[in-house]
């Protein structure tokens, strides 16, 4: 590691260690699951979005492209906008039932609407 990186430095002030090395946080992702072991719950909420309701898809695990290439298929199947954020799909207005098929067919047995 260069010394002249300060980002891998931040929040160390100073060591007198001779052997002290800069920990690099670095996060493994998680293997993603077969598509019939997700277990994905579909969920309504309004709340903190002015009134609107939005469809929630949660309880992926795996990693975030595919998580991301999951919200993109909902998305163009759905025709309308969302997010993917925190681990969670966030599709614009009520599509609980159509999501859920859509899941379904995808290969999501495990999937269910709460």
Known sequence: MSMSDWKDRLNVVYSTNPDFKY???????????????QLLRIS????????KAVTLITGFIGATDDLEALGKLLKVKCGV??????????????FRNKILEILQKEGYAKSRCI
């Open 81 to 94: 906008g969302g997010s993917v954020k925190d681990g969670e799909i966030i599709i614009q207005g009520d």
């Open 23 to 37: 920990d690099s946080e670095e996060e493994v992702e998680a293997d993603t699951l077969l598509k019939e072991k």
């Open 44 to 51: 309504l909420d309004k709340r903190n979005r002015k009134g």
